[in-house]
């Protein structure tokens, strides 16, 4: 079964990502490393792959 947006919305905010909103089913992350993400889809929404990779990146990125 494919992850929700909404996992990786929490493994963001686990990591120290902050919610700075967005317009429609667009939200941009963003941490104090200066790492931005923006992801699409409403919560309930499966995870693409290239998202579900792409937030595994990002994070790896902004905690090195």
């Known amino acids: 079964m494919p992850k929700k947006l909404r996992e990786l919305m ?3 905010e ?8 967005g317009k429609g ?3 941009n992350y963003m941490h104090s490393s200066g790492v931005i993400l ?6 309930g929404d499966d995870a693409k792959p290239y ?8 994070i790896r990125e902004a905690l090195t």
């Open 25 to 27: 089913s667009h939200r």
């Open 38 to 43: 923006t992801l699409s889809g409403q919560p």
């Open 10 to 12: 929490k493994e963001l």
């Open 51 to 58: 998202q579900i990779k792409l937030v595994k990146e990002i």
């Open 14 to 21: 686990k990591a120290g990502f902050v919610d700075r909103g």
